[in-house]
Structure formats: C-alpha cells, structure tokens
C-alpha cells in the first residue's frame, strides 16, 4: 500500500478530510468555460519530455472520486454547481457516520490503515457522471442477444449455489485474482485507486496499487497477438497522437466480463470481443486527462465513452505490494458462515420432523 496516515479517524472526520483534500481539476471536468488570459485565448499545455522525446506521464497518479460512472436517476444536467457539489458532500457525510455494526463499522480497518477516501488525495469532478457520451450519461442497453446470453449466466450460478456459497461463484476480487482498476478501463476500485505510470523507449508501463498488476505498453506499432492468444487484462498497444497516448486493447479471456462477476462494473456482461480505447493526456503539471472508449457489438447498441481526470498523487508514492493473497482470509470465512448456515437449517429441520 502507498505510504498513508495510520490515524484512525471517525466517518464524518473523514468525510471532512476529503472536503479539505479535493484538488481541483482543469476545464475537462468543469463547466464549460470561456476564460481568456490576457484577452486571449489560453494556450494549450505543453507537456515536458523525457528523454526520449515522449511527453512525459509518468508519476503516480490518483483517480479517487465521488462522481459516479452513470448520471444517477432523475438527474438531467451534465454538470453540478459549487453549491450543488457542497450539499452533496454534505449528504454524504450525513450518511458516512459510523453505526454499530454497519458495513463502515465492520471495515474500521479502512481507516486504519489509511484506506478511506478523506486519507488520501480525491479529485474533485462538477460532472454528473464519468459517462460523456450517450449524452444521458448512461450505458447503452444490452442487445437482445447480450441479455438472454448474460441471463443464462446468472441462471447457471444460481443453479450452483450462492455468491458465497461456492468458490467458483465468488468474485475474482475477493479471490485476489484480478481487481477493479487492473485492466481497462481504469476505473476507482473504492480504495487504493492509484497508478504509477513508467516509461522507456519504446514502452509504457501502468503499475495498479490494488493488486499490484502491471500492464506493459508497447508503442512500437507490433501487432495484436492472434485471436487464440489472450489474457485477464487483454494485450495493449499504444501510439501518440501528438501529446496523448492513445493505446488500445484487445484479446482479454472474457472471464472478468460475466455478468455480476467481473470487478469492472460497465463490463459486465461483455465479450471477449470487448475492444477499449483510452486516451492519457497531460493537461497542468498535476493533472492528467483520462478518456476511454468501449465497443463491443455482442453486448451493448452503441459504443460508448467515460472521461475522467487523473491527478498526481499528494504526497506521491511510493507504492508498497498489495499482497492480496497473503492473509486473505475472506473465502474461507465466507464457506465457513454458508456450511454453518447449513447446518443451522439442518439441525432445524431434523429437530421439526421429530415433533
């Protein structure tokens, strides 16, 4: 885990916290704005290079944040006002005091060790959802086919047992075998939402926090692997577009796509057909503009588009190993409440039959 306050603090301190933490981020995620400098038009930013001439991402980098990916229900603008922005943290804060025996009371080890939004630096975003493109904010429906395919999937668990029932119905999150944030797109997984970018000549390396998985770009033009050939988090090849990196993966295994299984939430129930374009472009010294792009014919009637900005990491680094598997405990004790459960039952119904 990334160096973090250990401080145990309460859910309204450490709402308060995140109000204090929030950085501000450029015109990508703000309003609209016609700001001018000096009467004029403000220039692009130019990002510094490195020394092979790229500009230069690299750095640890954030994309901790409060706005969801879909516009929620009954929201109809594209972006929030200060105030509106200022009574929703409010509500949230409201709603984040600790109660005994609550979820947030359970995992008071999040703030422990320093795992809660206010303990670490969370952007600050105006939009009303990730979502940019349909212009509802929303994911496009499912294709017929989509539906009936991810429903038979969700039948064939249920015919197996429960989520925490079995293992092979558990998430491959809590197996510790493949993370939100890990492969594309990279959204915030809840805690640790945080990257390391690195680059070489020739490659360009996304380090996850959560999980610790490394995605390796190379930007030599080589092409995709055959189709027979695939990975949990699919083979990415990147490019510049002058000063963005536009890299674009293929050939994943499907398995993080079942529906109700895979960590990523918006690709659930796609294919492994499953294409995502992202762009990464530097817009301030501290800020980092992220957009990607889903296509999948088998799954949804259109592509479609998220943005979000990516700042630097305050204080920056260094990343410690996430060893998931190491104490992971939560299988075990998630098989070892479903047999108690049936046993429970068990003894009930033998002790009603002997009446």
């Known amino acids: 885990m990334a160096r973090r306050s250990l401080v145990s603090v309460s859910g309204c301190a450490v709402l308060t916290a995140a109000l204090a933490l929030v950085v501000t981020i450029p015109a990508a ?33 954030t994309n901790s944040t409060l706005t969801p990916l879909q516009r929620p229900k009954g929201v109809t603008k594209e972006f929030y006002t200060e105030q509106d922005l200022e009574e929703l943290a409010a509500e949230a ?3 984040a005091a ?3 025996g609550s979820a947030r009371d359970v995992h008071y080890d999040n703030e422990q060790f320093g795992l809660e939004k206010g303990q ?5 975003n105006l939009r009303t959802s990730l979502i940019v493109d349909p ?58 939402a945080n990257y390391q970018i690195l680059q070489s000549p020739g490659y360009v390396t996304i380090i996850a926090e959560r999980l610790h998985e490394a995605r390796v770009v190379p930007l030599d033009a080589r092409p995709f692997p055959p189709s027979n050939v695939r ?16 890299v674009e993966t293929r050939n994943s295994n499907g398995k993080i796509q079942e529906a109700a299984v895979g960590p990523n939430g918006p690709i659930n129930g796609a294919t492994e057909d499953l294409r ?18 889903l296509e999948d014919a088998k799954t949804w009637t259109r592509p479609w588009t ?30 070892g409440v479903a047999r108690y459960q049936e046993k429970v039952a068990a003894e009930a119904a033998a002790k009603k039959s002997s009446n």
């Open 306 to 335: 998220a943005e979000m900005p990516f700042v630097k990491m305050d204080p920056e680094g260094p990343f410690f190993e996430h060893a998931c598997h190491e104490g992971n405990k939560a299988p075990t004790n998630m098989l």
């Open 93 to 95: 804060q409201r709603a």
């Open 276 to 293: 995502v374009i992202e762009r990464f472009t530097r817009t301030d010294a501290v800020t980092m503009n992220y957009r990607f792009t």
């Open 29 to 61: 995620g703000q309003a609209p704005s016609t700001a001018k400098t000096n009467g004029a038009a403000a220039k692009a930013y130019t990002p510094p290079r490195t020394p092979d001439g790229q500009p230069d991402l690299s750095g640890f980098w």
């Open 120 to 124: 670490t630096t969370l952007v600050k």
């Open 135 to 192: 212009p509802d904010g929303r994911i496009p429906p499912q294709i017929p086919e989509a539906v009936k395919r991810n429903a038979a999937i969700a039948e064939a668990r249920k015919l197996r047992g429960a989520q925490f029932d079995t293992v092979k119905n558990m998430s491959y999150g809590n197996r510790c075998i493949i993370m939100t944030g890990n492969a594309p797109p990279m959204l915030d997984p809840g805690y640790l």
């Open 231 to 246: 990975s949990w988090i699919g083979f990415s090849r990147g490019r510049w577009e002058g000063n963005t990196l536009v």
């Open 98 to 100: 600790r109660e005994t």
